[in-house]
């Protein structure tokens, strides 16, 4: 079946450091690719998606491209903030009777310190 | 702009007792899902529903059961808890079309079963 790898972390960085969070993903159709963030104690947040191969996503100042080739969706942001602690999740959806079904990597907790 | 609403927030159970998650949401979405939490699992798909009147298993569905109350409504139900089923529940919902829809997702209940 459809899964997703993603670094396992935590991760902790300084102010204004540049970070990547790695995911791959095996699927066997053609999936769309997600990344949310989790604040501690609330649900899930888009926080990027793209659809089809060479899409980059945005938002917030972070990126990350779909690469067909490589089945990546790697996430990336030049300078992070401390309100960017958080845990970050890759996700794929393949869609199967009208619904986008998620399957979730294990999440990165990331810890940004001033 | 409620979203996607869960309740209870917090709940503790004895082992054998049971129980019903609630979920309602306002952005006239078809597609609802219900998933757990758990430390180093990321989130797993228990059931969802494609549209109201139709509901189908997800990745780890036994002990639980699930009703498309309306469009608007999606309950799980633990008929018989197990200390197995401590976790975090996550309900969330999407529109069926363009592909690559995101979910959103409620705040979570925390459930303990002792």
């Known amino acids: 079946g459809d899964s997703v790898t993603q670094m396992e972390g935590p991760v902790t960085l300084s102010e204004e450091a540049f970070l990547t969070i790695n995911c791959t993903y095996t699927a066997t159709g053609y999936p769309s690719l997600f990344w949310y963030v989790q604040y501690p104690g609330e649900g899930l947040q888009l926080l990027l998606k793209?659809?089809?191969?060479?899409d980059k996503g945005s938002n917030k100042g972070f990126e990350a491209t779909y690469r067909k080739e490589t089945t990546s969706f790697h996430l990336e942001k030049g300078s992070v903030q401390v309100s960017d602690s958080a845990v970050y999740f890759c996700a794929l959806s393949d869609q199967e009777g009208g619904s986008e079904k998620l399957v979730f990597g294990k999440g990165t907790k990331l810890t940004v310190n001033p | 702009n409620a979203g996607v609403t869960q309740t209870p927030k917090f709940q503790v159970l004895k082992t054998g007792q049971s129980m019903t998650l609630q979920c309602a949401q306002d952005m006239n979405h078809n597609s609802m899902y219900w998933y757990r939490q758990d430390p180093g699992m990321g989130l797993r798909l228990i059931y969802y529903?494609?549209?109201?009147?139709?509901?189908d298993k997800g990745e780890v569905p036994n002990g639980y059961n699930v009703s498309r109350l309306n469009k608007r409504e999606f309950s799980l139900r633990l008929e018989s808890a197990a200390p197995s089923q401590t976790s975090v529940y996550f309900c969330?919902?999407?529109?069926?079309?363009?592909?690559?829809?995101?979910?959103?997702f409620g705040d979570g209940t925390r459930l303990s079963i002792l």
């Open positions: 969330a919902s999407s529109a069926r079309a363009p592909r690559g829809q995101p979910q959103h």
């Open positions: 793209a659809t089809k191969a060479d």
């Open positions: 529903s494609a549209s109201e009147g139709t509901t």
